[in-house]
């Protein structure tokens, strides 16, 4: 299993799975992350935190913590 954090600056990933329950799921959905969605790493802050990120054209910043129960294939 391969989790969002995982790829590296540049690279593409399709979302395969979310996990996480309540509030951490429902705030990763509302950022129109869904399963078969692709996403896009922009950038990563020197740190690891925050991942930048493309999903469906809208540049976002997701915390490490929220990336890593985020599944890609």
């Known amino acids: 299993m391969k989790n969002l954090k995982e790829i590296p600056v540049g690279a593409t990933a399709t ?10 799921k ?5 950022m129109g992350i869904t399963k078969g969605v692709e996403v896009y790493v922009r950038k990563v802050a020197p740190l690891g935190d925050p991942i930048e990120i493309r ?5 976002l910043s997701l915390r490490k ?3 890593e129960n985020i599944e890609v294939e």
């Open 15 to 24: 979302v395969k799975k979310i996990h996480g329950e309540g509030a951490v």
């Open 26 to 30: 429902r705030r990763i959905m509302d």
């Open 65 to 67: 913590a929220d990336a």
């Open 55 to 59: 999903v469906r054209g809208y540049e």
